[in-house]
């Protein structure tokens, strides 16, 4: 169980599920990641809004180069990216980013940005569930968040069946967000 009271920035906690592991992405894991990350068929469904890149690589030293930005990033205390490791394989399969909003968006409480990043092969309805689960029983509270929102665009079917069945509810386009596609709970 996660220290609720303690800076994920200071401090980067580590969770797990059933049948996975979050914690903070190292370059341990590029080969695994790269495998997802030059995946076209699961960088389709990545939420690259207001990104640098798309998040496909076509090399394992394009891979680390933006590992190594999200690591600037997380010692920049903007986010946190966690890989998440089945337990089956101990192999990363994808990742999470989770993002505090610092911004104020009226009608909403205090906001985070969660980008869902999964292999292809994991692209699942239930995988999707079970990722949101653990965001929402171990990232909420540690990061002092009432809202999470994320991306589903319209052709990823698995991941939007999964937001609703945990109580997310679709976005008006440009309501947070300059974007569509988006969900909250």
């Excluded at 401090?11 to 992405?25: A, D, K």
Aim: aromatic share 14%.
């Amino acid at each position: 169980m996660i220290n609720k009271t303690m800076n994920p920035f200071e401090h980067c906690p580590s969770f797990r599920t059933e049948n996975y592991i979050f914690r903070q992405t190292s370059l341990e894991d590029a080969c695994d990641l790269f495998e997802c990350y030059s995946d076209k068929e699961a960088v389709r469904f990545f939420n690259s809004d207001n990104c640098h890149t798309d998040f496909y690589f076509q090399t394992l030293k394009d891979m680390k180069a933006y590992m190594q930005i999200w690591e600037q990033e997380y010692q920049d205390k903007v986010y946190v990216r966690f890989s998440i490791l089945a337990k089956d394989s101990n192999k990363a399969i994808g990742t999470i980013e989770f993002c505090p909003w610092n911004k104020k968006t009226e009608g909403y409480g205090k906001l985070a940005v969660l980008r869902i990043d999964l292999a292809s092969s994991y692209e699942k309805e239930g995988v999707i569930t079970e990722v949101l689960k653990a965001v929402e029983d171990n990232l909420y509270d540690l990061f002092q968040v009432e809202q999470v929102f994320t991306k589903a665009v319209p052709e990823a079917t698995a991941r939007m069946q999964a937001l609703l069945n945990c109580g997310y509810q679709k976005v008006a386009e440009g309501t947070i967000v300059p974007f569509g596609d988006y969900y909250i709970r």
